[in-house]
């Protein structure tokens, strides 16, 4: 998202989508999928398309790595096509996914930063001025509280609380050990859920799992 400005939540902002597809173009590496959006997409995806069967198939088939930071921090973001760098979901001017858009996508034009303090800071994108002459009239509030879901706060504030441990582990793995916690640190955020079990208390039993996993790693090559 560009131009972004910071928003009160009880700002009112009215706004209005005309289909264009703009805001889904041009985003070569900026359509981030968490962890939640990527549970959500297999779920969906496996309903209609007999090709994907798990995670795996997803991430492979639709998204790409992006390094975050030196010290092994991956995430996913989905990949685009063509000269206009177009999200992959966009046909027509129309999302594929409609349904489990990634969180990015469903809070647009909107975006929460989180605070210490376990609550949110909201930004508002006014990359685009048309989406503000007609339409809805919200609450900055109103649409957070729509498009992002409790379920999604509670897997932000596992994120903020464990990311300073996690990175500080990973920021102490030597170099030859880098492949393996890189690894961990995927199969932990992304791949090893179970689609039929609530994804929460997964995500949550993971991180634990995770930070184990990079001790044992550290262990084994620094002492
Ligand atoms: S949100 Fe804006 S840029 Fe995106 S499709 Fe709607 S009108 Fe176009
Ligand atoms: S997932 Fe859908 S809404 Fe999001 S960028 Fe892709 S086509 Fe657009």
Redesign the pocket.
Known sequence: MKNMRPIEWNERIRF?????????RNVHQSVPLESLDVYRLTKFLKEGDSAITCVEDVLATYAEEVLLATCGYVTYVLKTTGDEQACIFLKD?RCMIQPVKPKACRT??LSAEPLGSGGFRFHISTE?P??FEAGIIFKARDWMKRYFTEEERAATAIDYRELPEIVRLLNQVPEDGLPAAVFCFLQYKYYKFDLERPFLEQYESNHKELLSALRKILERLCY
């Open positions: 209005e989508c005309c289909g264009c597809g703009a805001c889904c001017n647009y034009p685009y048309h989406h």
